[in-house]
Protein backbone atom coordinates (compact mmCIF):
# COMPACT_ATOMS: atom_id res chain seq x y z
CA UNK A 1 0.00 0.00 0.00
CA UNK A 2 1.17 3.52 -1.08
CA UNK A 3 2.16 5.95 1.62
CA UNK A 4 0.55 8.95 -0.02
CA UNK A 5 -1.14 12.59 1.78
CA UNK A 6 -3.14 14.93 0.49
CA UNK A 7 -2.96 18.54 1.97
CA UNK A 8 -4.17 21.60 1.36
CA UNK A 9 -4.10 25.21 3.44
CA UNK A 10 -5.70 28.32 2.67
CA UNK A 11 -4.62 31.86 4.37
CA UNK A 12 -4.79 35.81 3.99
CA UNK A 13 -1.00 35.18 2.24
CA UNK A 14 -1.02 31.67 0.70
CA UNK A 15 -3.18 28.85 -1.17
CA UNK A 16 -1.33 25.52 -1.19
CA UNK A 17 -2.41 21.97 -2.39
CA UNK A 18 0.14 19.50 -2.40
CA UNK A 19 -0.04 15.68 -3.02
CA UNK A 20 3.14 13.36 -1.76
CA UNK A 21 3.65 9.55 -2.56
CA UNK A 22 6.40 8.43 -0.15
CA UNK A 23 6.95 5.54 -3.07
CA UNK A 24 6.95 7.15 -5.66
CA UNK A 25 9.06 6.96 -8.34
CA UNK A 26 10.28 10.74 -8.69
CA UNK A 27 7.33 12.28 -10.68
CA UNK A 28 6.47 15.99 -9.80
CA UNK A 29 4.16 18.77 -10.83
CA UNK A 30 5.47 21.87 -9.07
CA UNK A 31 4.38 25.32 -9.31
CA UNK A 32 4.88 27.49 -6.54
CA UNK A 33 5.35 30.69 -8.53
CA UNK A 34 9.00 31.24 -7.51
CA UNK A 35 11.55 29.75 -10.41
CA UNK A 36 14.68 28.79 -8.40
CA UNK A 37 11.75 27.06 -5.78
CA UNK A 38 10.67 24.70 -8.58
CA UNK A 39 13.70 23.96 -9.42
CA UNK A 40 14.87 22.96 -5.99
CA UNK A 41 11.81 21.03 -5.17
CA UNK A 42 12.23 19.15 -8.17
CA UNK A 43 15.30 18.00 -7.30
CA UNK A 44 14.28 16.66 -4.00
CA UNK A 45 11.21 14.85 -5.31
CA UNK A 46 13.44 12.91 -8.48
CA UNK A 47 16.54 12.46 -5.94
CA UNK A 48 14.09 11.22 -3.34
CA UNK A 49 12.08 9.25 -5.41
CA UNK A 50 9.11 11.09 -4.02
CA UNK A 51 5.95 11.66 -6.50
CA UNK A 52 4.94 15.34 -5.41
CA UNK A 53 2.23 17.66 -7.21
CA UNK A 54 2.48 20.75 -5.55
CA UNK A 55 0.62 24.28 -6.96
CA UNK A 56 1.44 27.67 -4.67
CA UNK A 57 -0.43 30.98 -5.00
CA UNK A 58 1.36 33.57 -2.69
CA UNK A 59 1.43 36.82 -1.81
CA UNK A 60 4.84 37.10 -4.20
CA UNK A 61 3.98 41.15 -4.62
CA UNK A 62 4.68 41.30 -1.26
CA UNK A 63 8.13 38.59 -1.43
CA UNK A 64 8.99 34.96 -1.61
CA UNK A 65 8.83 34.87 2.54
CA UNK A 66 5.40 33.58 2.79
CA UNK A 67 5.02 31.18 -0.17
CA UNK A 68 8.60 29.15 0.73
CA UNK A 69 7.51 29.10 4.63
CA UNK A 70 4.00 27.90 4.17
CA UNK A 71 4.75 25.11 1.36
CA UNK A 72 7.61 23.80 3.81
CA UNK A 73 4.65 23.65 6.60
CA UNK A 74 2.34 21.94 4.16
CA UNK A 75 5.21 19.33 2.99
CA UNK A 76 5.77 18.91 6.59
CA UNK A 77 2.36 18.00 7.72
CA UNK A 78 2.54 15.66 4.13
CA UNK A 79 5.03 13.78 5.43
CA UNK A 80 3.95 13.42 8.22
CA UNK A 81 0.60 12.21 7.27
CA UNK A 82 1.70 10.28 4.94
CA UNK A 83 4.36 8.05 7.38
CA UNK A 84 1.10 7.71 10.09
CA UNK A 85 2.69 5.49 12.58
CA UNK A 86 5.78 5.13 11.62
CA UNK A 87 5.75 0.99 12.15
CA UNK A 88 8.46 -0.93 9.80
CA UNK A 89 10.44 2.36 8.60
CA UNK A 90 14.39 2.36 9.14
CA UNK A 91 13.47 5.84 10.97
CA UNK A 92 17.11 7.32 10.49
CA UNK A 93 18.14 8.64 6.95
CA UNK A 94 21.40 10.43 6.00
CA UNK A 95 23.53 11.44 2.60
CA UNK A 96 26.94 12.66 1.90
CA UNK A 97 25.53 14.60 -1.85
CA UNK A 98 28.70 15.98 -3.45
CA UNK A 99 27.82 18.77 -6.76
CA UNK A 100 30.70 19.38 -8.45
CA UNK A 101 32.94 21.73 -6.02
CA UNK A 102 30.75 21.28 -3.26
CA UNK A 103 29.92 18.94 -1.15
CA UNK A 104 26.67 18.58 1.51
CA UNK A 105 25.70 16.61 4.54
CA UNK A 106 21.79 15.63 5.52
CA UNK A 107 21.04 13.30 8.06
CA UNK A 108 17.16 12.90 9.12
CA UNK A 109 15.74 11.10 12.20
CA UNK A 110 11.74 10.68 12.02
CA UNK A 111 11.63 10.61 15.77
CA UNK A 112 8.90 12.94 16.36
CA UNK A 113 11.13 15.69 18.03
CA UNK A 114 10.93 18.63 15.87
CA UNK A 115 14.49 20.12 15.95
CA UNK A 116 16.66 21.92 12.36
CA UNK A 117 20.51 21.82 12.66
CA UNK A 118 21.80 24.58 10.19
CA UNK A 119 25.12 24.97 8.96
CA UNK A 120 25.37 26.88 5.52
CA UNK A 121 26.39 30.25 4.65
CA UNK A 122 25.30 31.97 1.49
CA UNK A 123 27.20 34.71 -0.51
CA UNK A 124 24.77 35.96 -2.07
CA UNK A 125 21.18 37.56 -1.10
CA UNK A 126 19.15 35.76 -4.13
CA UNK A 127 19.39 32.95 -6.46
CA UNK A 128 16.57 33.69 -9.09
CA UNK A 129 13.64 34.67 -7.97
CA UNK A 130 14.04 32.99 -4.18
CA UNK A 131 15.82 34.93 -1.19
CA UNK A 132 18.75 33.18 -0.19
CA UNK A 133 17.83 32.73 3.40
CA UNK A 134 14.59 31.40 2.77
CA UNK A 135 16.46 28.16 2.59
CA UNK A 136 16.92 27.93 6.32
CA UNK A 137 13.01 29.01 6.90
CA UNK A 138 11.90 26.39 4.53
CA UNK A 139 13.56 23.50 5.83
CA UNK A 140 12.81 24.71 9.61
CA UNK A 141 8.95 24.86 8.24
CA UNK A 142 9.29 21.22 7.28
CA UNK A 143 11.13 20.23 10.27
CA UNK A 144 8.68 21.55 12.53
CA UNK A 145 5.80 20.35 10.98
CA UNK A 146 6.96 16.68 10.47
CA UNK A 147 8.50 16.81 13.89
CA UNK A 148 11.62 15.19 12.44
CA UNK A 149 15.23 16.10 13.67
CA UNK A 150 17.02 17.04 10.44
CA UNK A 151 20.69 18.42 10.19
CA UNK A 152 21.83 20.14 6.79
CA UNK A 153 25.86 20.93 6.59
CA UNK A 154 27.66 22.57 3.51
CA UNK A 155 31.01 20.29 4.44
CA UNK A 156 32.37 22.47 1.36
CA UNK A 157 31.33 25.69 -0.10
CA UNK A 158 30.95 27.02 -3.57
CA UNK A 159 28.72 28.05 -6.12
CA UNK A 160 25.86 29.44 -3.91
CA UNK A 161 23.24 27.39 -7.30
CA UNK A 162 26.02 24.40 -6.03
CA UNK A 163 25.16 25.05 -2.10
CA UNK A 164 21.52 25.08 -2.13
CA UNK A 165 20.95 22.65 -5.01
CA UNK A 166 22.98 19.81 -2.93
CA UNK A 167 20.78 20.32 0.02
CA UNK A 168 17.50 19.84 -1.49
CA UNK A 169 18.89 16.79 -2.99
CA UNK A 170 20.66 15.37 -0.16
CA UNK A 171 17.68 16.05 1.59
CA UNK A 172 15.55 13.88 -0.40
CA UNK A 173 18.21 11.27 -0.31
CA UNK A 174 18.28 11.06 3.23
CA UNK A 175 14.76 10.73 3.73
CA UNK A 176 14.30 8.46 1.32
CA UNK A 177 16.11 6.09 3.43
CA UNK A 178 14.64 7.05 6.53
CA UNK A 179 11.20 6.24 5.66
CA UNK A 180 11.91 3.27 3.68
CA UNK A 181 10.95 -0.07 4.98
CA UNK A 182 12.91 -1.68 7.40
CA UNK A 183 13.66 -5.47 6.81
CA UNK A 184 13.92 -6.62 10.15
CA UNK A 185 10.75 -5.58 11.98
CA UNK A 186 7.46 -4.44 11.38
CA UNK A 187 6.97 -2.25 14.84
CA UNK A 188 8.39 1.23 15.47
CA UNK A 189 12.12 1.66 15.68
CA UNK A 190 11.84 2.95 19.52
CA UNK A 191 12.60 1.33 23.13
CA UNK A 192 9.46 3.68 23.27
CA UNK A 193 7.35 1.94 21.64
CA UNK A 194 6.53 4.70 19.46
CA UNK A 195 7.78 7.69 17.72
Not at 85 to 114: N, Q, T, W
Not at 117 to 144: C, N
Amino acid sequence: MERRAVVNRKTRETDIALELNLDGSGKYEIDTGIGFFDHMLSGFARHGFFDLKLKVTGDLEVDCHHTIEDTGIVLGKAIAEALGDKAGIKRYGHFLLPMDECLVLSAVDLCGRPYLSWDAEFTVPRLGDMDTEMAKEFFYAVSYAAAMNLHLKVLTPGNNHHMMEAMFKAFGKALDMAVSPESRTTEVLSTKGSL
